[in-house]
């Protein structure tokens, strides 16, 4: 994916909404694809261009409390959530006058009940009680895997991770993948680095794990106890985790199994317990296992963790996934821990979080009316045909190749003509019908949904694969490919301004929508990810050694170039854990390109607009697209877990290894955003 998850924007809003906006950047009229206003020009684009095109808005930008960053996602997103929450609202409102099993009155119902403060404060830690006696109640360790797999299907992470996905060997059926899972800080690395940022989080982590016993009720000294074991038994799971680079690698978390070998990897986990309290029915004669160290380490803490450890853990985690919806106590604990790696100073307000919550949850229910009142299909056809361009342009580059042998490249352009596109909203929405909401406690609709959820995929195994389904929800800014559909998916929330707007010159929609967008996610299935899926979708070595090495070679070169940006503070960007990002950003850049000089011949070349020639508001549009403003806290997180450079760096990186950018722009050999020739890549 290319963004954080968030929500979209809409066009033009109804004064009435827009007056209710309380983090709207009100200094700026609504949202353009290329702001000229936004570029400082005292700033040379050929010394640093994301400052240019972005800097003179960094410079007024404040981040509002409480988000960790602000730009065009949150721009978007803040629009969008007020169309949202219209929706939302009036379905609230109205839910008695729906019929009780349809659609309207369950959503209704979920944001009202979330909306009701008074109730939850009245209720208290007293809705889990149920979950917390469950786990009390394992007094033998045959009893723990009945308790880990009925806290999963309330949403609870613990343990492991079952998921129904498609087979990376037989794309046309689901199959059982078991993935590493159960920790509560952000990654495995937090557990292991040494340092005294790192001690310091630990102790934060313990502090927090004691709290929210605490607040259950639990005395200081026990809590304190269980929350220094709950470190240990993580930094347990941490130890035999794969990182988060070994997780990009499809061929290193490729581990098909039979059930015998399964049950030989893990002799102590008794996986026929575990299926029936996950609900599980359908027969398990193969599973794939992303990481066998991680499941056999469980397979052992089974037998040498203390129970009273396991019950501890259990405990932590059921509390911990429900604490953001319970009371003030327990959600102020929740938002204190996850600021120190956010950076938020203070709380989203209450019906920001639930629409948030519902989006999530019930997403599909809430989509349908967000597309009837905001997206119409003449915006559907106008995209689609922006991505089309796209595709015929790097298919142009994929004839071209010099590099590629022929039998690649015939594969290659295959799967580029089978590559699925899914543009706005689904063809056929979620059938809501099994969907159980109550009128409260609102933590009981929380876990209701996420049953829902998992009673929904969980006998997925062996059957055929829904090439239907959305992977995320269409008010959402964000858009992503998947490499087992060999498909790309954009949906409504990302297709307005400021990544798309019809009234708007070819240049700049072909530097964002083009090039930020549908030439990125094109780009992600040959990227050094999605290179090792075929047309089908399924995990196979489709390319000659030659050209693979050739690839890996070139790769390289990004990884070493991207391995040298400063992050923040001292750390660098992992080159590695973001190269598969920056292919897509750089071929998605080139793709779209070219498709705009087709645009161009096509449709006529206008002169100057805003003082600007189209390829320079193309290059512009695609740094304006990456505008953002991000706190240090959230940085450092980053660095970590997200597999996303910086945004000052997704634009100087990939615009400095392009000589129609320094044409553009009159940069010469020796400005910083013109790298020698010989560090330049060449693969799309
Ligand atoms: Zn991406």
Not at 308 to 318: D, I, K, V
Not at 356 to 374: N, P
Not at 494 to 517: C, E, I, R, V
Not at 610 to 615: C, D, K, Q
Request: one cysteine or more; aromatic letters at 10%; a neutral charge.
């Amino acid at each position: 994916m290319s963004r954080a998850a968030a929500f979209i924007l809409l066009a033009v809003l109804p004064a009435s909404l827009t007056a209710q906006a309380d983090t709207s950047s009100s200094q700026w009229p609504p949202l353009k694809v290329v702001d000229v206003r936004w570029i400082d020009t005292t700033v040379s684009a050929c010394v640093d261009f994301s400052k240019y095109a972005n800097g003179a808005w960094l410079a007024h930008d404040t981040i509002p409390a409480a988000y960790s960053s602000s730009g065009v996602t949150r721009d978007m997103s803040d629009r969008n959530e007020l169309v949202v929450r219209s929706v939302l609202e009036d379905a609230a409102a109205q839910r008695n006058s729906f019929p009780p099993a349809s659609t309207p009155r369950k959503l209704g119902t979920f944001y009202a009940t979330c909306m009701d403060s008074t109730a939850i404060e009245t209720a208290g830690a007293t809705p889990i009680r149920p979950w917390l006696r469950g786990i009390d109640s394992v007094t033998a360790r045959a009893g723990l895997l009945r308790q880990i797999g009925a806290l999963q299907v309330l949403g609870a992470n613990v343990v492991f991770r079952y998921s129904p996905d498609v087979d990376p060997h037989d794309a046309n059926h689901y199959l059982t993948l078991l993935y590493q899972g159960g920790l509560g800080l952000p990654d495995r690395d937090y557990y292991l680095t040494q340092g005294a940022a790192s001690d310091s989080t630990r102790q934060a982590y313990v502090t927090h794990v004691a709290r929210l016993l605490r607040l259950v009720g639990q005395d200081s000294v026990s809590a304190e106890r269980d929350a220094g074991e709950v470190l240990r038994f993580e930094t347990s799971l941490a130890q035999a985790s794969l990182t988060r680079v070994e997780r990009r690698d499809p061929v290193k978390t490729d581990h098909p199994m039979t059930r015998a070998q399964l049950a030989a990897l893990t002799p102590r986990l008794a996986w026929p317990v575990y299926f029936r309290a996950i609900g599980l029915r359908a027969p398990v004669t193969k599973v794939n296992v992303s990481a066998p160290q991680f499941l056999k380490r469980v397979d052992s803490l089974l037998q040498s963790a203390p129970l009273a450890t396991w019950r501890a853990y259990l405990r932590f985690h059921a509390i911990a996934s429900a604490a953001p919806w319970l009371s003030t106590p327990f959600v102020q604990e929740d938002f204190a821990f996850r600021s120190r790696f956010s950076g938020a100073r203070a709380l989203l307000p209450r019906w920001k979080r639930c629409l948030r919550e519902a989006d999530g949850d019930v997403g599909e229910a809430l989509g349908q009316a967000y597309v009837a009142k905001t997206f119409p299909p003449e915006a559907r056809a106008r995209a689609k045909a922006v991505i089309d361009d796209i595709r015929a342009a790097f298919r142009e580059r994929l004839l071209h190749l010099t590099w590629m042998s022929d039998s690649t490249r015939a594969q290659a352009l295959d799967k580029l003509a089978r590559m699925g596109e899914k543009v706005g909203y689904p063809d056929r929405w979620r059938d809501y019908s099994r969907l159980r909401t109550t009128e409260g406690p609102f933590i009981m609709n929380v876990a209701q949904a996420n049953a829902f959820e998992w009673q929904r995929t969980v006998n997925r195994p062996g059957t055929p694969v829904d090439t239907t389904e959305w992977g995320i929800t269409v008010p959402t800014v964000n858009a992503y490919y998947d490499a087992s559909k060999n498909e790309m998916v954009f949906p409504a929330g990302a297709l307005m301004p400021q990544t798309f707007d019809a009234n708007a010159d070819d240049a700049a929609n072909y530097g964002s929508l083009g090039g930020s967008w549908a030439g990125h996610e094109l780009t992600h299935g040959f990227d050094d990810e999605g290179r090792h899926y075929d047309a089908a979708g399924n995990l196979r070595d489709w390319w000659q050694p030659t050209d693979s090495a050739r690839f890996v070679a070139q790769a390289a070169l990004i990884e070493q170039q991207f391995n040298e940006y400063i992050q923040v503070d001292t750390f660098h960007v992992n080159g590695k854990l973001t190269e598969g990002e920056n292919i897509a950003d750089w071929g998605g850049l080139l793709t779209a390109y070219d498709a705009l000089q087709r645009a161009l011949a096509r449709n006529g070349r206008p002169g100057l607009i805003e003082g600007y020639t189209p390829e320079q508001r193309y290059f512009i549009s695609y740094a304006q697209s990456w505008r953002q403003h991000t706190r240090p806290e959230q940085l450092r997180t980053r660095v970590t877990v997200d597999p996303h450079a910086p945004e000052q760096w997704r634009v100087n990186g990939p615009l400095s290894n392009i000589a129609a950018f320094a044409q553009a722009f009159g940069c010469k050999d020796g400005d910083p955003m013109v790298r020698t020739k010989e560090k330049v890549p060449s693969i799309w």
